[in-house]
């Protein structure tokens, strides 16, 4: 706000705001009438001015990734590369048996994932009472 405040001429000059990525997110908190922002200034003074608002590639609605990685397998998946750049901090290389035996474990996780996931037709469940189905009719 203070490179704002400062590149104006004058105090009631219009505002437009470009913001590409999460600086797309920052000029929408700016815009946003009565917002408080994070550092407790009002925004006010700003978002009242504002006359334009651009943003590029900004993730308004979240990012596929994060959405991934907020599952249970995405969390998985995060704890084995944990885990991998925990090995490379320490041993400085990742050994070619570890880095094949985490793909064995995330194709099994994913085969886990996939046959979980899968709906069985109800037909092939069996009958507990051994007695075939009624005749609705």
Do not use: N
Not at 105 to 124: D, F, I, M, T
Request: charged share 20%; proline share 7%; with cysteine.
């Amino acid at each position: 706000m203070v490179a704002i405040a400062s590149s104006r001429a004058c105090a009631r000059d219009a505002i437009h705001l470009i913001g590409h990525s999460s600086g797309g997110l920052d000029a929408r908190l700016l815009a946003t009438p009565g917002v408080s922002l994070p550092d407790g200034e009002s925004g006010e003074p700003f978002a009242s001015q504002v006359r334009s608002g651009v943003s590029v590639a900004t993730p308004h609605r979240g990012t596929p990734s994060a959405e991934l990685f907020s599952s249970l397998y995405g969390k998985g998946l995060l704890r084995l590369l944990w885990v991998a750049t925990v090995f490379v901090v320490r041993q400085g290389h990742l050994p070619l048996a570890l880095v094949l035996r985490l793909v064995d474990l995330w194709r099994k996780s994913l085969g886990q994932r996939r046959h979980g996931a899968r709906a069985v037709p109800a037909a092939r469940h069996p009958d507990p009472g051994g007695c075939a189905p009624r005749d609705r009719g």
